[in-house]
């Protein structure tokens, strides 16, 4: 009962009936990959999702009792612009998300093969995806959010922040963590478990 059940979620990939099926295994906090709201990026991606369609998974997730929502960005993007991560970032803050990361895009198309279909003449260089990545991040601060670490934000009472205020904060492979647990069990295609032992996936 004492359990902290962690989602990855895709907003498209979900409706009523499997909220309520996570809401029943005892979800209790909730990552949504929102990468980008603009349509052009999006499309240059492949991950098409409206704002209204993400927020209907945030207002989701919430009125089924969970207490901590996530929400991850990237800076960096395919035609992602100043502007763009701006407004990107102002409407995620609508959402008042308990902790909110951001990422830079890593192109690797020799790794990841569909990235082959992205044309590298559509990535900001170095300077803007810096400028980017402070623009997102002086939003964040400027709403009052904590920055954990460097790719993370968590709002001033979430347990994150107060661990990272109190030195208790810890980092395992999936990032920054205020739990102390050494065995993290990790369900479907592509998880990860960690045990006293090692990793398994």
Known sequence: PDASVSVEID??????????????????????????????????????QSFLQTKAVVDGVRSRGVTSVNLDLLYGLPHQTRQGISSTVSQALTMEPDRMALFGYAHVPWFKKHQTMIDEAWLPDSVERFAQSQIAAGLMLKAGYQAVGFDHFARSGDALAVAARTRTLHRNFQGYTEDRCDTLIGLGPSSISQFRQGYAQ
């Open 11 to 48: 907003p498209n990939d979900m409706d009523e009936t499997r909220l309520d099926a996570l809401a029943e295994i005892g979800m209790t906090r909730a990552s949504l990959g929102v990468q980008d709201f603009d349509p052009k990026v999006q499309k240059a991606i492949n991950r098409e």
